[in-house]
């Protein structure tokens, strides 16, 4: 691990000052940005402490229903928050999706969002990346990319991003509320990851020295809790990244599906919100035949990257299953395996 | 520049004088502390071999920066017993032969601890594996591991019961 300079600011301002020094970063958890430094992929000149400012760890239900989470609340508190897990019962199933319970007991929601991807050419500094390093070179295309990008990539980039967390957020239409140099600002989440086009560099539309403070979902997310499921492929049962995986959110009256919301994750470079397939929902039956057409419109514009076509078929699947999960009913409670494809349907009781 | 970092360490409050903040917490209670029952298995908290408690919740002491820990209290395998007598899940853990080798052993039973305390898996077996996902065990002594956290737990729910009748 490189040498660093570590400050613990007392108040906002006086990170986001910090914060916007040449080669800060923010530290939160630590456990994605610890470990990319201690392989090197990462090297910060300073890190600015925020765990310890005051005011960014509330989950502040609001007036039109919907719910404000700070920043530096840990994913393990959010999951299992009683209130907020009946609300957005799909985001509870992410989060448990993710990680181990004791990442899940550190890693916060705002360093959920800026985590890094898993690429191992990213991780590993003695290979080229365009993203670690702008104009290096990108080993991935040609080289190992089974679990790449399907969606929105480019010839600079081939990564995804490997949140569960995001992948439901994006679909439930979260804003991030940022602060940093220019003010306080916010963006909805869909338009706060970047696809990597030529400046893969660029993660995130964040300049320097803002600081990710709080998520917001709208009162309108919660009208999907009867119907809302997330499901995650992958290569062993727990405690891995998904190969891909879909939140599937419905409200349905009258045997008829009247919303639906459709994300992908593990796809492309940010969690991807499938709204042709959602189109394709709009007051269909909530059944196979729709489903499946709907989750040919969600892959409608997938390609293979490398050797992970085999991708695309899954992911068209796993939009399927979802959907069905989803129509089947909520469960009352995340299952004992969260967002498994091996687990039963549950018992679809929740209200 | 040199940190200073108040840490209670299985109960003992202490200042921590850290010359550099590079240090973890797994290396901090190693290699600074003489405490090696947390053990260094991937330090890419991947093994789960490092799990602390801090304030009350599992962690991977590997990829906690101490310097930021400043206020919190730590729980090691250390401080688990009562003198010579094991804690219920220590005792469990023999008696189901939940270990092999014992490298990942700490770090299993930290995490039971935490796992317990928790109270999501409750005496679901599913539900246990799960939660006890993030400790690997490569002689894969797992079965008699979730039978240990199984007989813990009631053995920890009995004993509270009493305390409260």
């Keep these: 691990m490189n040498r660093f300079d570590y400050v613990r600011p007392a108040t906002l301002a006086e990170a986001v000052a910090a914060g916007a020094e040449p080669g800060a970063a923010y530290l939160a958890a630590g456990t994605n940005l610890v470990d990319l430094m201690k392989t090197g992929a990462a090297r910060p000149d300073l890190l600015v402490d925020i765990t310890h400012l005051p005011g960014l760890a509330a989950i502040d239900p609001l007036p039109d229903g919907g719910v404000r989470i700070g920043a530096m609340v840990r994913n393990a508190d959010l999951a299992h928050d009683a209130h907020f897990a009946h609300q957005f019962p799909a985001v509870a199933e992410a989060l448990l999706a993710g990680a181990s319970a004791q990442l899940r007991n550190a890693a916060t929601v705002g360093g959920n969002l800026m985590q890094r991807t898993r690429c191992r050419y990213f991780q590993d500094p003695a290979s080229a990346c365009n993203r670690r390093e702008p104009g290096s070179g990108c080993p991935a295309h040609g080289g190992e990319a089974r679990s790449h990008a399907i969606l929105g990539f480019s010839d600079a980039c081939i990564a995804t991003h490997a949140s569960d967390l995001c992948v439901p957020l994006v679909g439930l239409d979260a804003v991030v509320e940022i602060d940093g140099p220019a003010g306080r600002r916010e963006v909805p989440l869909d338009a706060f990851h970047l696809l990597p086009g030529d400046t893969p560099e660029r993660e995130t539309m964040l300049a320097r020295g803002d600081l990710v403070t709080a998520l917001r979902l709208p009162g309108t997310a919660a009208a999907f809790r009867a119907h809302a499921r997330y499901l995650k492929l992958r290569e062993r049962t727990s405690f891995a990244f998904a190969l891909v995986s879909a939140a599937a959110m419905l409200q349905i009256e009258d045997g008829t599906i009247t919303a639906a919301r459709i994300a992908l994750g593990g796809v492309a470079a940010k969690p991807w919100r499938a709204r042709a397939a959602e189109a394709v929902l709009a007051d269909a039956a909530p059944e196979a035949p729709a489903f499946a057409r709907a989750a040919e419109a969600a892959l409608a514009d997938a390609r293979p990257a490398g050797g992970n076509g085999f991708k695309i078929d899954l992911a068209k699947r796993v939009v399927e299953r979802a959907l069905a999960l989803a129509a089947a009913g909520t469960p009352a409670r995340v299952p004992a395996l969260p967002a498994s494809v091996f687990a039963p349907a549950g018992d679809p009781a929740h209200a | ?165």
């Design chain 2, 1 to 165: 520049m040199t940190h200073t970092i108040r840490l209670s360490i299985n109960g003992t409050p202490g200042d921590i004088a850290l010359d550099d903040p590079r240090v973890t917490l797994l290396d901090l209670l190693r290699e600074r502390l003489g405490l090696t029952g947390s053990k260094k298995g991937c330090d890419r908290g991947q093994c789960g071999a490092c799990t602390v408690l801090v304030d009350g919740r599992r962690i991977n002491a590997c990829l906690a920066l101490a310097v930021s820990l400043d206020g919190a209290e730590v729980a090691t395998i250390e401080g688990l017993a009562d003198g010579d007598r094991l804690h219920p899940v220590q005792e469990a853990f023999i008696a189901h032969d939940g270990m092999q080798c014992g490298f990942c052993t700490p770090g299993q039973i930290m995490s039971a601890v935490g796992l317990i305390a928790e109270g999501q898996a409750g005496d679901e077996r599913e539900r246990i594996r799960e939660g006890m996902s993030g400790n690997i065990c490569r002689c894969g002594a797992y079965a008699g591991i979730v039978d240990a956290v199984l007989d813990a737990r009631r053995i920890l729910a009995e004993a509270e019961r009493k305390v409260r009748a």
